[in-house]
């Protein structure tokens, strides 16, 4: 009940194109589902995150989705660029510490 | 704000060796969290600190494993009797309190690998 179980393990989308990441989560309890991102040799920095009151949250080329009822949520990168590439990790918490990770994406955007 | 500051980034040592790790979050964070990574793997928790007290540990962290966070300031981790399978990159985090606007900042890690 504690997993955030994340799908595709690794993405591969032409620059300009949309890069769609998905979670899924067990724990109704969770009420905050934010999204890092990942260079290699660098600590997860956080992208955005929200909040299950809302359905939908917008920063820039970076979107959340989230539907509550199907206990999912989504992360669309609009306009993707080659310095997009990294690896992405959605998360899951019951407030805002000890954060359930899922197994990450590996983005990459072709030039 | 000068960021998570996480001391070394590398280390190597052989199995059976103790290793600690150091980690200074920003400054006026009250939480610090400690997380491990391996690879193609999300960061799991292992433990976290609000001010000097330790107020959760993880079933991952076992007896060989002690955090300590002394005056609330900085934070060590300290793994003894090392083994292969603790090879992993350690991460510590910070943040202010409960708000939900104050998310997880992470450090860059410390790699360690067990030889």
């Known amino acids: 009940q504690q997993q955030v179980k994340q799908s595709p393990q690794s993405l591969i989308v032409q620059k300009g194109g949309i890069s769609i990441i998905n979670c899924a989560y067990e724990?109704?309890?969770?009420?905050?589902f934010p999204w890092y991102q990942q260079f290699p040799g660098k600590g997860p920095a956080l992208l955005i995150a929200i909040r299950p009151d809302v359905s939908e949250k917008k920063e820039g080329r970076f979107t959340i989705s989230f539907n509550k009822s199907a206990k999912q949520f989504s992360l669309h990168i609009m306009d993707s660029q080659p310095g997009d590439s990294a690896t992405y990790f959605c998360?899951?918490?019951?407030?805002?510490?000890?954060?359930?990770f899922g197994t990450g994406t590996r983005l990459k955007v072709l030039a | 704000d000068t960021g998570v500051s996480q001391d070394p980034r590398h280390k190597i040592t052989k199995r059976g060796q103790n290793v600690t790790f150091r980690c200074d979050p920003i400054s006026e964070h009250n939480r610090l969290y400690w997380y491990r990574q391996t690879l193609g793997q999300g960061p799991e928790f292992l433990t976290y600190?609000?001010?000097?007290?330790?107020?959760?540990k993880s079933r991952l962290l076992s007896n060989r494993f002690s955090a300590e966070r002394p005056k609330g300031s900085f934070s060590t981790l300290e793994i003894q009797r090392t083994e292969q399978g603790d090879s992993a990159m350690y991460l510590c985090a910070s943040s202010l309190s409960a708000s939900y606007n104050s998310p997880l900042h992470f450090g860059n890690g410390t790699r360690l690998t067990v030889t």
């Open positions: 724990n109704t309890a969770f009420d905050y």
């Open positions: 600190f609000q001010n000097e007290a330790q107020l959760e």
């Open positions: 998360a899951a918490s019951k407030g805002t510490y000890k954060y359930i």
